[in-house]
């Protein structure tokens, strides 16, 4: 296998080792409070994020083990010792996309949910999740500047993500009542501050190479934890 030069660190490892156990601990704690719910949204929310909890502890378990990985050519150097002998590599998690793959779906099929959306919305919204993972996965493994062009196409994406969460989600709440609206606009500004906050640490990490991987570890643990467990937390309290 090709070594990175630019790999996570011991700290950067021992971060993932908290995200595992506490995203192993949320999975638990939601399992069980499903089993507990007497509302049937409450009971698929807390269900949802506790399958999306479960997916995270493993993708970080694995990247705490130091696997799920491949070497990838970085576009920009950015000083690094080796940039004089060769073209510099640096470590992508493969792994953390393929949990992104299957949790941010739930997630936001969980926001569409509390909103009372339609069929129809929750899956033009899926779609365009995906759209985001799998162009954000492309343009991590593409050395040259053909990235951009892929975070271009996620971007786009990404529009059309916030315009279903801002207008599109917020009116088939309003329709539920101006409570369930005020926790549905709530819940939405967490998640629109966590897709803009991917897009700025992909741009740091994988795509400009501007921090460590172990920063951008702490940076996308950040945003997980963020995304995952204090999202559902707070869907699962507006469904109580």
């Given at each position: 296998?090709?070594?990175?030069?630019?790999?996570?660190?011991?700290w950067?490892?021992?971060?993932c080792?908290?995200?595992?156990?506490?995203?192993a601990?949320?999975?638990?704690a939601?399992?069980?409070?499903a089993?507990?719910?007497s509302?049937?949204l409450l009971l698929?929310?807390c269900?949802?994020t506790a399958?999306?909890c479960?997916?995270?502890s493993m993708?970080?378990?694995?990247m705490?083990?130091?696997?799920?990985w491949?070497a990838?050519?970085?576009?920009?150097t950015?000083?690094?010792?080796?940039a004089?002998?060769?073209h510099?590599?640096?470590?992508?998690?493969?792994?953390r996309y393929?949990?992104?793959f299957?949790v941010t779906?739930?997630?936001m099929?969980?926001l569409?949910?509390l909103?009372?959306a339609?069929?129809g919305v929750i899956l033009v919204e899926?779609?365009?999740?995906?759209v985001?993972i799998?162009?954000?996965l492309?343009g991590?493994v593409?050395?040259?500047?053909?990235k951009?062009a892929?975070?271009?196409y996620?971007a786009?994406?990404?529009g059309g993500?916030?315009?279903?969460?801002?207008?599109?989600?917020r009116?088939?709440?309003a329709?539920?009542?101006p409570?369930?609206k005020?926790?549905y606009?709530q819940?939405?500004?967490?998640?629109?501050?966590?897709?803009v906050?991917?897009?700025?640490?992909?741009?740091?990490s994988?795509g400009?190479?501007?921090i460590?991987p172990a920063?951008?570890?702490?940076?996308?643990g950040i945003?997980d934890?963020?995304?995952?467990?204090?999202?559902?937390?707070l869907?699962?309290?507006?469904?109580?």
């Amino acid at each position: 296998m090709l070594l990175p030069d630019i790999t996570i660190s011991n700290w950067g490892k021992a971060w993932c080792w908290s995200v595992t156990a506490i995203t192993a601990l949320c999975a638990m704690a939601f399992a069980i409070t499903a089993l507990t719910a007497s509302k049937k949204l409450l009971l698929t929310v807390c269900s949802l994020t506790a399958s999306s909890c479960y997916v995270m502890s493993m993708c970080y378990f694995a990247m705490a083990a130091d696997i799920g990985w491949i070497a990838v050519d970085v576009e920009f150097t950015r000083g690094t010792r080796t940039a004089q002998d060769h073209h510099p590599s640096r470590q992508i998690f493969w792994v953390r996309y393929v949990s992104w793959f299957i949790v941010t779906p739930l997630l936001m099929t969980e926001l569409f949910l509390l909103a009372s959306a339609s069929t129809g919305v929750i899956l033009v919204e899926v779609f365009l999740d995906l759209v985001v993972i799998a162009t954000g996965l492309s343009g991590a493994v593409i050395p040259s500047d053909y990235k951009w062009a892929y975070y271009f196409y996620g971007a786009i994406a990404c529009g059309g993500i916030g315009y279903q969460v801002v207008f599109t989600g917020r009116r088939a709440a309003a329709v539920q009542g101006p409570e369930l609206k005020r926790k549905y606009v709530q819940c939405s500004t967490l998640v629109m501050a966590v897709w803009v906050g991917y897009g700025v640490a992909w741009g740091l990490s994988e795509g400009g190479n501007v921090i460590s991987p172990a920063e951008e570890a702490v940076f996308y643990g950040i945003l997980d934890l963020l995304g995952g467990p204090v999202f559902g937390t707070l869907v699962a309290l507006a469904a109580y």
